[in-house]
C-alpha cells in the first residue's frame, strides 16, 4: 500500500465557496403586488367611502323654463384599517459564533432566515384571507374544469369579468392563478391557438404576457411559493402555500388615490421608527442575559379588503 495516505495528506473541511439551502427566491413570494401598497403613518386611522350606487343612479331630468334643476346627494361614510405588529427572531450565541467555521457567515444567515419566515408569514396570510372560499363577493363555478379540453376558459373568464363590470362599473385587470391553473391554462387548445393565430408552424409556447393580452388582463400573477407545515421534529410536509387549483379575478387599482376604487390595499406602517415603506425593518441587538446576539426582523401591515364586489374568485378552475 503506497504511503502517505490521501487521509494522512488531507483532512475534509467544509468548502469556503459552496454551501446547500434550499431556500426560495424571493420572486416566488407574489402576493405582496397584487394589492396596492399604502404607506401610513399612523397604526391606525380611517378613511373615506362613497356610496357606489348614489352615484350610479340615472337622475338627470329635463329642466323647464323658470324651474330649477333636480338635484339630489350622495352618502359619505367611514372605514378604518389597524396594522397588526408581527415578529419573529433567531438568536447567535457567543460559543456558536465562537466556533464556526470558515464558510459560516451567522449574521447573513440569520437574516435571511428571519427574512423567509416573514415572507412565508405575508403569503399565507394573504391566501388564507384573500386566495380562498367564501371572502368575495362571488365564489364562481366552472361547468367544467380547465384541465380537460372540451372546457372553455376564455368564456368562463369572460362571463366573470362582464358580471364584475356589470356590478361595479370596473374592469377586471389582474388574474391570480394557482400552479396548476396556471399549467392547465398555458397548454389550453384554445388558449394555444389564439395564441398561435398568424403565426407560421412550429410550437407556440404561452408566457405570462401573452396570457394577460389574451383575457386582456394588465397582469397574471402565479402563486409559486411553498411551506413546510410540519411541526419541527417530524416529517417535512411541503407543498405550495395558494390553492394550486384556485383563480383570483379581480380590479386591483395601480394608482390609488382620493375617490378611488381596488378589490383591496395594503396599509403599511412606516411610521413606526426604522420601517420600511412596508411596515418592516430587521434589527440586531444583544441579549446578555442569554450571551446571545438577536436578528429580529418586524412587520407592521394590514391588508383590507375593499370592495367585496371587485373579485370573484373560482376555488377549482382545475381538478
Not at 391566501?127 to 367564501?134: L, P, T, V
Not at 372540451?150 to 389582474?174: C, H, Q, R, Y
Not at 411610521?271 to 418592516?280: E, I, K, P, Q, T
Not at 446576539?293 to 383590507?304: F, L, S, T
Request: net charge negative; charged share 20%.
Amino acid at each position: 500500500m503506497p504511503t502517505p495516505l490521501a487521509s494522512d495528506v488531507h483532512i475534509n473541511k467544509p468548502l469556503s465557496n459552496i454551501s446547500i439551502a434550499l431556500i426560495q427566491d424571493q420572486s416566488m413570494f407574489q402576493t405582496d403586488s397584487i394589492f396596492p401598497n399604502i404607506p401610513v403613518q399612523m397604526q391606525s386611522d380611517l378613511f373615506y367611502t362613497y356610496d357606489q350606487g348614489d352615484f350610479l343612479r340615472n337622475e338627470m331630468e329635463e329642466r323647464a323654463p323658470g324651474t330649477e334643476t333636480k338635484g339630489s346627494g350622495y352618502k359619505l361614510g367611514q372605514d378604518n384599517y389597524f396594522c397588526k405588529v408581527y415578529g419573529f427572531h433567531h438568536d447567535i450565541d457567543d460559543q456558536r459564533r465562537a466556533n464556526q467555521d470558515s464558510p459560516l457567515a451567522l449574521d447573513r444567515e440569520a437574516v435571511t432566515f428571519v427574512t423567509d419566515k416573514a415572507n412565508l408569514f405575508r403569503e399565507a396570510n394573504w391566501c388564507a384571507n384573500f386566495f380562498s372560499a367564501g371572502n368575495w363577493g362571488t365564489d364562481a363555478t366552472v361547468a367544467t374544469g380547465w384541465q380537460d379540453d372540451a372546457s372553455d376558459p376564455i368564456t368562463d373568464i369572460e362571463e366573470i369579468v362582464t358580471d364584475m363590470l356589470e356590478k361595479t362599473g370596473k374592469i377586471a385587470n389582474t388574474m391570480v392563478l394557482g400552479r396548476n391553473v396556471y399549467n392547465k391554462l398555458k397548454n389550453h387548445p384554445d388558449v394555444v391557438d389564439r395564441i398561435k393565430a398568424g403565426q407560421t408552424s412550429g410550437i407556440a409556447i404561452t408566457k405570462h404576457q401573452q396570457l394577460a393580452e389574451l383575457f386582456e388582463m394588465e397582469r397574471i400573477i402565479v402563486l409559486n411559493a411553498i411551506q413546510n407545515t410540519a411541526k419541527e421534529g417530524a416529517t417535512d410536509v411541503i407543498s405550495f402555500i395558494a390553492n394550486k387549483h384556485g383563480c383570483l379575478i379581480c380590479y386591483s387599482n395601480r394608482n390609488p388615490g382620493l375617490m378611488t376604487a381596488s378589490a383591496g390595499y395594503t396599509f403599511s406602517w412606516d411610521g413606526l421608527y426604522g420601517a420600511s415603506a412596508y411596515g418592516s425593518r430587521i434589527k440586531k441587538f444583544r441579549m446578555e442575559a442569554i450571551e446571545s446576539d438577536r436578528i429580529e426582523i418586524g412587520m407592521a401591515y394590514a391588508v383590507k379588503q375593499i370592495a367585496v364586489d371587485l373579485g370573484t374568485y373560482i376555488p377549482a378552475a382545475t381538478s
